[in-house]
């Protein structure tokens, strides 16, 4: 399902159903006290705000599902470049090779056009409707197959990325880690699971914090496939009153920042409160 620009003169006009749900129950300002004291444009803007809002949580929920996506596929992937076998080690490194050098524009276009998106679709829309059914209306965007196809686009060529920074950090620790728990009856696999890789992902969380801030930036590209994500609607609202680009551009750019700043101060103290004793973070 496509999301639809909102009428400038009127209040934001739900595309989804999951627009229907107000973002805000009561102006804080009203757009009579914007254009006099900011101008008619960034009034333009201020009364479109649940519409450039409701793409910043589009943007949002396909960051969270390409990093998760990414992760589910990356993780595995490193351990495999890092103690798997020859064969193993060699379609992945290929693979990731083949995803890391094609650009995303390339990828998610040939996802959305070209791969059957509704195997895949068909049961996460069934998933959510019975969820629906169950808590009633959740204020999520709707999984069409523009979202899905930037998903799986996003999500793997994340995990090609991914899988570096977690080899890296698995290579990292010690050799002698895999010894001592071999010596005590482990083996290869309950090695990695219980002492190798709780250290390698503590020490993986600077590199994933520069991986977010890629994947954040980059769920803009799914503009190219219509995807509503807060890039789309900037554009919506920039054709409905071409003078308002400015400040629509300088909206979505505060957004963009405050996103990136506040994960990244998050990440900041998650890799502090779990560093390893000892060693820097």
């Known amino acids: 399902m496509e999301f639809v620009p909102a009428l400038a003169e009127t209040a934001v006009t739900a595309s989804t159903a999951s627009d229907a749900v107000p973002l805000f129950t009561e102006p804080i ?43 589910l596929a990356g993780f595995p992937a490193g351990v495999i470049e890092a103690y798997g076998g020859g064969y193993s080690r060699a379609f992945v490194r290929k693979f990731g090779v083949l ?57 793997f060529r994340s995990a090609a990325y991914q899988s570096q920074i977690f080899r890296g950090a698995l290579q990292n620790v010690d050799e002698g880690q895999m010894e001592a728990a071999r010596s005590i009856g482990m083996n290869r696999l309950e090695a990695i699971r219980h002492v190798i890789a709780p250290q390698a992902l503590r020490r993986s969380v600077p590199g994933f914090q520069n991986e977010f801030t890629i994947v954040l930036k980059d769920t803009s590209i799914a503009f190219a496939i219509g995807l509503g994500e807060l890039l789309k609607r900037s554009n919506d609202l920039f054709f409905q009153q071409t003078t308002a680009i400015l400040e629509v551009i300088i909206f979505a750019s505060l957004i963009y920042f405050v996103l990136t700043f506040s994960t990244n101060r998050t990440l900041d103290y998650v890799s502090n409160r779990f560093a390893i004793p000892g060693e820097s973070s």
């Open 29 to 71: 300002l009203s757009e009579e006290t914007v254009a006099e004291y900011l101008g008619e444009d960034w009034a333009f803007v201020y009364r479109n705000r649940e519409y450039l809002l409701w793409g910043t949580v589009v943007t949002i929920a396909l960051t969270i599902t390409s990093l998760l996506l990414g992760f």
């Open 99 to 155: 995803l890391r050098g094609t650009p995303i524009l390339v990828i998610m276009i040939y996802t959305f056009y070209v791969l059957p998106i509704g195997i895949v679709l068909d049961p996460v829309q069934s998933a959510l409707a019975g969820l629906d059914a169950v808590l009633g209306p959740i204020p999520v965007p709707d999984v069409g197959e523009a979202f899905m196809a930037a998903t799986l686009a996003l999500g």
